[in-house]
């Protein structure tokens, strides 16, 4: 399915009742009994010119059955402009989904409209889900409240289940737990597991129903047993963790596999990752892999991170770097932050790629907005070693990576960032001043930190400037003097700085009237001159 | 608006009167026109030209200005005017206007005491006892503080009752003491309230009674002496005469430091009693008038900025605004761009600079200005209230050659 829906529900639900032989027969029974309106609204609407040509449902149903969706699709629009309820329905659905050509709701609506004349109860129901798909708006929220409520007043069980999913979450509709809880109790009862499910919620938080956790487990085991995957997911991890049930792993991992035999790319994931690092008691790389990679191939960017793993350490796969880089790089695309960083560094190193500097600054940058230090430290390097121009990341940007880097202890970046401070760049002062102070990367200088302090100070800094004063004060890296430290405090706390006073003041009751005269004396004339 | 417009015609009023200048000022406490005052004093007569010298010393309504204080001061001293010889030797012993002279400073004292005057007689002892143009003489002290006592001066028997407290140029008298502290203490005097207490402590002389030695500490607490609030603090923290309270010892004991100076300090801003109270609901109409160029906006607008300050940006803002303000010689923007430079608060930290505004908006009569001036007087150096002079003349004679 191309869009998701507003709730989290199975496509294949849908899917599955799709098409039963019988219906059709039935509806093209009724097509011909209400043939005469159906023409009738087809003159009435935009009709095109060329009018299609009609294909034989038997035809229509053929190239459904044998695969061929678009001349199924192509055959139907012409039923269903003759007015055919079941042809209108049908049709809807394909443009919904996208199957037999393009996603198109707005045809969808208008099909799905003329059947729901008719009341057509899948109709409704499907039409309420398009109204609720794509970002919907207020009108789309309300006219999808209308048709559930339509669809409830029919007994359609499925409009029971999503007319409480919009009472609970109250848009388009006022919120109403209480009525949600009826409907969805209704539903549950009907055997639909996604309601079952959603009914442990519902007793679980207590909501339109006094909580009630022996109910709420009562209906997360009956969803999970009937098939519902969050429900078998949340069984999983409530015994994992011991959320809600006392911790039980041999439970849990039951639950896992079944999960797994669902099809749920998560379950997926976790079990394949722990069968592949031995975590697990039979640990058992080959299974591992095997569940990874459907897990993988059905997209989830953590299976295919870990797949990528598998290659590169040749764990239950024979090492392959080439294919553990195309795994890694399949997450990447997907911005997880760990593969986009092994990324990174593939291109970099050449590591089962060809070296890239551009792709590898392309992955490390994907890695960067997921605030990942070592991709910082890694472009830092790029600049410093001239393989990534400062001009590309902008000077602000490429000054804090070098810092970053020259943090890390690469000396290429110490080297860039010195260079910058002689050129005259404050940040560049400020970073070299805190590396020199704290010893990260360099060897502790505090006689070099206050000098860049000092620079960066004079060139109005007020954080620097309250840095100085409690090196000064402290005596770290320059000679004790009270007097220089509360003008650079005084100083910091008149250009800004918050707490810069504060130290001012300290300062001052320690020191005669005379000293704070001079010291005053001396920020005077510094203001004044800066 | 129409309050705005009224409010500003106020301030107006206040600007000009400001700008008149020294001539057009009034002296009520001198109950003399100025220009009277001084044709007086260059014509000779001493008793004026001390009276002026008061004035300026004390700056209120007047530009304060030590220097000129101390020229009249010395006419009247040459003449044998008891008081200003004893002024004088004030402001040579501390560099007030004059360059510090210890050693005139004691002889302007001696030459005071002849007409007998139980302050001057205070005063030398307190020379005397400190050694100031002398070599240190508790003795002498001692003698010149009976006599002053003896004249009725409480000081003099409180800072008497120190020297027999303590031994000094006497032999020790805690019993005397007491005495001597008992009087002043009775009739409010706070240093002889905590010394008294410090006695009651220490049992010496007197039984040791905790509850007496609260009750002194507490009455001269009230008064606001530093030392006193420490000492009733301790009794506190250790539940001595009182009942144990550490929150309240911590009270006390940042109080004091407040009072002394040190500590961070609150910031009282000051309002002119004669505008109307600042009014929050107003603030846009200050701020347009402000942005219009209005001194009374401008100092509105820095008012409400500063008493509702979160951060030192705020303080920043109101300071600008206060600078505008003053700049156009409005009082109360001047007192608190004052209070802003002595705090350090959303300007450098500059006892000049501080006292300079402080000055200028006292010169302007305005009462918590005079008040907060000499408070703070205590925090700075001799060298630094004169340079504030002079600085505060600059800004006067600025604003007068604007109002020209």
Redesign the interface.
Known sequence: MRRHWAFRTKGSAMSSKFFPARLSRQTAVLALVLGLGGAAIAQSTDAPVDAPVQMPMEEVEQAYTSGDLETARNGLLAHAEAGELSAQYRLGFMMANGSGGPFDPAGAKRWLEEAVKQRHGPAIVLLARVYLSDNPEEDDFARAAELLSMGVEDDIGEARFYLAQMLRQGRGIAPDAARAFELMNAAARADMADAQFALAQMYARGEGVTQDEAQASRWLFQAAEAGQSDAQMSLYFNYENGNGFPKDPVKAREWLEIAVNSGVPLAQRILGTALLLGEAEDADPARGVGLLAAAAEAGDAGAQSNLGYAYATGTGVTQDDAKSAEWYQRAADQKLTRAALVMGDAYILGRGVEPDIEKAVYYLKIALAGRSDVAAQRLGSLVAAGDLPEAELGKENALMLVAEAADAGDPDALLWLTESAEAGEIYAYLRLANLYRDGTGVEADPARAADYYLMAAKEGYAGAQAQLADLYAAGAGVDQDYIEAHKWA??A??N???TA??R??LF??LMT??Q??EA??R??VY?TKN | MAMLRSLSLVLRCLVLFLALGVPGQTVAQAGVGLAALQGAADAGDAAAQRRLGDLYRNGAGVLQNYARAASYYASAAEQGDANAQNSLAVLYASGLGVDADPARAFSLFSQAVAAGDPRHLHDLATAYENGIGTDPDPARAAEFYARAAALGWQDAAVSLGVLYQEGRGVAQDIARAAELYAAPANAGHARAQNNLGLIHVRGEGLAQDYEQAAKWFGLAAEQGLPVALNNLGVLYQNGYGVAQDEAEATRLYKLA?QLSG????DLTLIYDPRLMPADPEQAQAYLTAARAGDPLGQFLTGYLLASSAQ???DF?AAARWFERAAAQGAPAAMANLGLLNFE??G???????GYKWLTLAAASGLPGAIAARDSLAG???P??INAANQAADTVWRALEADAD
């Open positions: 005084n100083v706390a008149a800004g700085h918050e006073a504060e001012r003041d001052a009751n009237p005379e704070i005269a005053q004396a920020a005077r203001m | 430091a040190t500590g961070s300090q951060s030192n940006a920043r350090g608060k300007a450098l930290q500059d006892f000049v600079e925090r700075m150096t060298g630094q």
